[in-house]
DNA sequence: ACATTGACCTGAGAGC
DNA sequence: TGCTCTCAGGTCAATG
């Protein structure tokens, strides 16, 4: 689940839901989600906090507490957060839980304990340290810099489009619904586009991220003409009605329509 | 610099 | 029902 669309639609909601409210207590379930600090570090500087604010780069979350700490939540492949009351509510997998003072909880679920939980003083330096690029939403990050970014590459677009060192945010799934929606194959080599390609790659993944998000990153709710809904065996595409393809790009499986991106 | 593979984890679904 | 195999939206390290 968790790329650049649902990590986004994971910061509003912790941005509606848990914001100002006193952390009464950091109830960590599995102690080897939580990466380097200590679970006893976290809890001290999390516990009696509120907070504050929220930020996102790529596919991490950031959440500042009001000591100026942030915490970083990494969702892995099946990470979410849920926020409830009842403990009858708690979901399977609840890695670990804000429990906020009104007796209200945050939990951050994850069923393959591939994510994370981790501490900064500072999200820059933190990104940094993670070697990751611009956001893919970056208000900043325009055709140009995006042409200059994929320059020189020698791989796959689809690739380089999920590199994170390249730039931040696209998974498996959302890079194949921007090469869909630009119409380019997804093995297609970067050197051998055209600049309209890139054009069309640059204007479909600001398009795609920023649909998805106000989807909700809900594939039932995407646009008609949309892949997503149509990714599996045997799907259809959606302009041309065409058996959707499955591949392999780096040993993740792909989807794409043969006819409307030729390769 | 790139692709490929396997590892890290856990569960769902298919096929026998 | 139970077993085995494959696959799943993540990254990382080792290898060619």
């Known amino acids: 689940m968790p790329e650049l669309p649902d990590v986004e639609v994971f910061r509003r909601y ?42 996102r780069h790529g596919k991490y979350l950031f959440a500042e507490l009001d000591n100026r700490d942030w915490l970083v ?35 951050f679920v994850l069923q ?13 330096s933190f990104v940094k340290g993670q070697g990751l690029g611009v956001d893919a939403l970056d208000k900043s990050f325009g055709l140009d810099d995006f042409k200059r970014l994929l320059r020189g ?7 380089a489009l999920t590199n ?21 194959n997804p093995k297609a080599l970067v050197g051998r586009l055209t600049d309209q390609d890139l054009e069309r790659v640059f204007q479909a993944m600001k398009e795609v991220l920023e649909t998805a998000i106000e989807c909700q990153a809900d594939p039932t709710r995407m646009p008609e003409h949309y892949l997503l809904p149509q990714r599996e065996e ?24 043969p006819r409307c991106q030729p390769g």
């Open 14 to 55: 912790l941005e509606n839901t848990a914001l100002d409210q006193p952390i009464e207590k950091l109830e960590v379930l599995a102690e080897d989600v939580v990466e380097g600090v200590s679970v006893e570090h976290l809890r001290s500087r999390a516990e009696g906090r509120r907070f504050r604010s929220t930020d």
């Open 73 to 107: 939540f990494h969702f892995g492949m099946t990470g979410y957060l849920a926020y409830f009351k009842e403990e009858t509510d708690k979901p399977g997998h609840t890695r670990a839980l804000f429990h906020f003072a009104g007796g209200y909880r945050l939990a």
């Open 112 to 124: 393959r304990k591939l994510g994370m939980i981790t501490l900064t003083e500072d999200t820059e």
């Open 153 to 159: 590459a020698k791989s796959g677009i689809k690739s």
């Open 164 to 184: 994170q060192s390249h730039i931040a945010g696209i998974g498996n799934i959302y890079a194949d619904e921007i090469l869909f929606q630009a119409r380019v």
């Open 234 to 257: 045997g799907g259809t595409c959606p302009r041309c009605q065409s058996e959707i393809k499955r591949t392999r790009v780096s040993g993740r499986g792909g989807y794409f329509c």
